[in-house]
């Protein structure tokens, strides 16, 4: 058994490349990376969304007060409507004649002095149509008629004309009185009823009042929630700009710190370019002959001495091309080329590639079979 090894030694400075690959590759990840400089980080709260927040926290419940100042408004605006009964009742009481003397009568609202101021009256009255009738006397005195039938007809018209007067003074004055009565009673019924509306009024202001704080309380909820919602979409602006800033220094960090990594790996694939340059060594083995081909070999050496011109035949294919190297007679060799294949069969001075060719030759000489190829 043959055994042939060839060995090429790499070149210089593909040695020392590879060499220099190593020492950086052992000192490069011989250091644990600061993975800590591009870690995942969450942008903090913007100011505005931490008052949005405060805002919220307080807001929560801060329609409260208005609903019970509603409240309080719808209390109070039933008990002054409740105020209103009695008025209506009072009116409803002047409403009738007003006879009588009870409690609502026309005479209750005449004035308490009425009789004494009648009374006064028709004294001075009486005492003024005294002094006249004395007068009448005097004057039939002075004219010698006193006690005479004149002077009694005078006497008892002027009694008559003064009980006259008397009476429609009296008349005037309970007239009078009357009528003040009614009026101060109409005026009371009037009074009822105006205010009966002003504490009706009283009780729809309250209850207006109440629907105005109610009314507060759906609108400060309503302006904070606004309020809330601004600063909450302006913040997260600011937040995901500040999210965006984290996240760009976050690559910058990972770029740089792997970039040695990159350099490197560039570094060892221009390396890897110059792998024919590595050299090596390539072993080949070759078999023993067998038994068959040692004696193949000594046919074809029996061959030779036979036929002395074996080695001038040649096997000539169609669109092949012949040419004789070596010169003519038996110690030439013809070759056979095909495509970019060279076939020289040898002859029997050792000159052939193999018992194989010999065989061939051998086996087909003097023989013109019809097929692709002729043998001369």
């Known amino acids: 058994m043959a055994i042939t090894q060839q060995r090429q030694d790499p070149s210089k400075i593909v040695g020392q490349l590879g060499q220099d690959y190593a020492t950086q590759l ?17 942008a903090a709260q913007d100011p505005l969304q931490t008052q949005a927040a405060s805002l919220a926290a307080s807001g929560v419940g801060g329609y409260q007060p208005y609903l019970s100042q509603a409240a309080t408004y719808g209390t109070q605006a039933g008990t002054t409507m409740g105020g209103v009964s009695p008025y209506i009742t009072g009116a409803a009481a002047l409403t009738g004649p007003g006879a009588g003397t009870g409690a609502g009568s026309i005479s209750s609202y005449m004035s308490p ?15 003024q149509a005294a002094i006249r009738e004395q007068a009448i006397s005097d004057a039939a005195v002075g004219v010698g008629g006193y006690g ?27 007239n009078q009185g009357f009528g003040q009565g009614a009026a101060l009673r109409q005026q009371d019924y009037t009074n009822q009823l105006g205010l009966a509306g002003a504490q009706a009024g009283l009780a729809s202001g309250q209850l207006g009042l109440g629907t105005y704080q109610q009314g507060l309380a759906n609108l400060v909820p309503q302006l904070a929630g606004g309020d809330i919602g601004t600063l909450s979409q302006i913040g997260d602006i600011q937040q995901r700009q500040e999210q965006n800033i984290l996240d760009a220094q976050r690559q910058a960090n990972q770029m740089a710190a792997m970039e040695p990594y990159q350099r490197l790996g560039t570094y060892g694939q221009g390396i890897a370019q110059l792998a024919p340059m590595m050299g090596g060594t390539q072993t080949a083995i070759t078999p023993d002959p067998t038994a068959l081909q040692t004696a193949l ?18 096997v000539n294919w169609p669109g092949q091309t012949t040419s004789n190297q070596g010169g003519g007679g038996q110690g030439g060799g013809q070759t056979t080329v095909q495509g970019d294949q060279t076939y ?4 029997i001075l050792g000159q052939r590639q193999s018992p194989i060719d010999d065989l061939w030759k051998l086996t087909r000489g003097g023989i013109n079979p019809s097929g692709p190829w002729t043998m001369f």
């Open 26 to 42: 052992t000192g490069l990840t011989s250091v644990p990376l600061d993975t800590s400089k591009f870690a995942p980080s969450v």
């Open 148 to 174: 005479g039938g004149r002077h009694g007809v005078l006497e008892s018209e002027y009694q008559t004309q003064s009980d006259k007067n008397r009476a429609l003074l009296h008349a005037q004055m309970l």
């Open 344 to 347: 020289n069969p040898g002859n």
């Open 113 to 127: 002095y009425q009789s004494q101021v009648i009374d006064a009256t028709l004294s001075d009255f009486d005492k």
């Open 297 to 314: 070999g000594w046919t074809s050496v029996l061959g030779g001495i036979m036929n002395p011109n074996i080695g001038t035949q040649y």
